[in-house]
């Protein structure tokens, strides 16, 4: 599937509405460039499930849990993972195979150990299109 948006609202508006299709145990891939919309989508995603809390990027603290939607909500940024064995001391299968949601920044990195199903985001600009646009690809990955 593939949406174009033309503004962080309307982006912020396709995670708000994935957030409110989610599914316990969904695993979601988020790729995109630096200040492509990612945090804005996940934002979204949030709002959608019913989280009032702020959302900001985990960087320095690999992942970032959220209980107070409908689904617990855990969002990882693997950017500076050092070794794939750091993902096994944060206990990383108790969110890929929990109760809630994942949303993975950099997953390209940690490819080993993603499910065998899960969703892949891509967001994209686009500048001959206008400096808001953002392409957002959404397809479902099997097998991997």
Not at 31 to 51: C, E, H, P, R, Y
Request: net charge negative; proline share 2%.
């Amino acid at each position: 599937m593939i949406i174009e948006t033309w503004s962080a609202e309307e982006t912020f508006a396709i995670g708000k509405e994935l957030g409110e299709k989610a599914q316990k145990g969904e695993v979601y891939t988020l790729n995109g460039d630096l200040g492509v919309g990612k945090t804005v989508l996940t934002q979204g995603v949030a709002k959608g499930l019913g989280i009032e809390e702020s959302i900001c990027s985990p960087t320095f603290t690999i992942v970032q849990v959220y209980e107070e939607g409908r689904l617990p909500f855990y969002h990882f940024d693997v950017y500076r993972i050092g070794d794939i064995e750091e993902m096994d001391e944060i206990g990383y299968e108790d969110y890929f195979y929990g109760e809630g949601i994942c949303f993975i920044e950099w997953a390209k990195l940690i490819m080993d150990i993603l499910p065998d199903t899960y969703r892949e985001i891509t967001i994209e600009k686009d500048l001959k299109k206008g400096f808001d646009y953002r392409k957002i690809t959404i397809q479902e990955m099997k097998g991997q």
